[in-house]
């Protein structure tokens, strides 16, 4: 699919290499289409050995396995879960699943993620009121590492586990740990905009054996160890299927030549866009840390320039150029209006400036230039 100017240029499309279709083709052959099967086994191999992390169960969707790591920790209903207010709802949707209540946190401005000084003014709060909360739920947004060192050490002080949603930010690390191996359990995303993708798939990830075994377990409908089908507990199906596995290792093939060309767009766009006043690239790097860039991001600095992030979507709009706002801080939803917020002014301010520009790895000089004229004509 290469784009000829009048081509509809999208955000973030899939980017498929040659061997998806291999391992898709393997699976129909040897009539493995379900249930779990080699791809699945190798899919989370795969993960595994890039990762470094010791054990993985992948599933239908990083949604399922936030709701299943949750889980994992202890959270159940009545109970209170950290959340960063800038992310995408899917983050904090599975508390609600189990009758828990986000209480929202605010980012800091570096790395657009969340606060440790608002986190630990929240966490001491919640105690004052009673309620120690029962997980922190630690996003790497647009996959830019957060404030690792300093949020680990607040979520230890207080003994609050750890889940790392690292939907974003696959191939992504601080100090050349991958993301997503830093929390108690840590979550993967492979929808279709994602940097690599199944067409919709996750994965749930962890040191901790035990932990994934139960995952396992409550994906495949929580079956006893019996001949029949007994259930002692509530299971979901939350598989991913032997044929989707198959896409997933083609795509694993290639996850660090993706890294690299997200990285790569980034960078251009830094290096000729720089020149127009009030336009700002963003979130940066934390000391040790290495994004995967998986949506290039700006800001418009309102003191710098009239133009504002909706006329500017409006006008690449025109151009056949998709872009899109910054996620919508939780706090300012309708779904999460009576759920506690610790700051606000950071993500809030990140939401009326921001915009994300096309990034997707399959993206070629032109589409760049294409991108780069249009926004100039907006903003130059
Ligand atoms: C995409 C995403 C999810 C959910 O993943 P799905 O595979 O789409 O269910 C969760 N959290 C964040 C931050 C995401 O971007």
Not at 1 to 19: A, E, K, T, V
Not at 90 to 115: H, K
Not at 225 to 238: I, L, R, V
Not at 293 to 316: F, M, Y
Request: one cysteine or more; charged letters at 20%.
């Amino acid at each position: 699919m290469r784009s000829q100017d009048h081509d509809r240029l999208f955000l973030s499309p899939p980017h498929l290499g040659r061997h998806e279709l291999n391992y898709v083709h393997k699976a129909i052959e040897d009539n493995w289409v379900a249930p779990a099967g080699p791809n699945l086994a190798g899919f989370e191999k795969d993960l595994c050995e890039y990762t470094g992390v010791s054990h993985c169960v992948a599933l239908s969707s990083g949604t399922a396995a936030i709701h299943l790591g949750l889980l994992l920790l202890g959270v159940g209903a009545g109970d209170e879960v950290l959340c960063p207010s800038f992310t995408f709802v899917a983050t904090a949707n599975p508390i609600t699943y189990l009758g828990a209540r986000p209480v929202f946190v605010d980012s800091e401005a570096q790395t657009w993620n969340m606060c440790p000084d608002r986190l630990r003014e929240a966490i001491t709060d919640r105690i004052a009121r009673g309620c120690t909360p029962k997980a922190l739920l630690l996003v790497h947004l647009y996959g830019m590492p957060a404030r690792l060192p300093e949020l680990l050490r607040i979520a230890a002080e207080y003994r609050i586990p750890v889940l790392e949603d690292a939907a974003e930010a696959l191939g992504a690390r601080f100090e050349g740990r991958l993301l997503g191996t830093f929390g108690d359990v840590g979550v993967f995303s492979f929808n279709g905009n994602k940097i690599i993708t199944t067409s919709g798939g996750g994965a749930l990830v962890s040191n901790q054996p035990e932990l994934v075994e139960k995952a396992r377990f409550l994906a495949t409908q929580a079956k006893d160890p019996a001949p029949y089908y007994q259930h002692s507990e509530t299971g979901y199906n939350y598989r991913l299927s032997n044929i989707l596995a198959g896409i997933g290792r083609g795509q694993m093939e290639l996850i660090e030549d993706r890294v690299k060309k997200r990285r790569e767009i980034y960078a251009w766009y830094c290096t000729h866009l720089n020149e127009l006043p009030g336009l700002c690239f963003g979130p940066s790097e934390p000391t040790g840390g290495k994004s995967n860039r998986w949506l290039s991001t700006v800001l418009l600095d309102p003191a710098q320039t009239s133009g504002t992030p909706e006329q500017l979507r409006l006008h690449l709009e025109t151009r056949n150029i998709e872009s899109r706002p910054l996620w919508k801080p939780l706090h300012l939803q309708p779904l999460f209006a009576e759920a506690p917020m610790y700051g606000g002014a950071v993500c809030e301010r990140l939401f009326d400036q921001g915009l994300c520009l096309p990034s997707g790895s399959a993206m070629t000089d032109a589409d760049l230039r294409r991108v780069a004229g249009a926004v100039r004509e907006a903003l130059g």
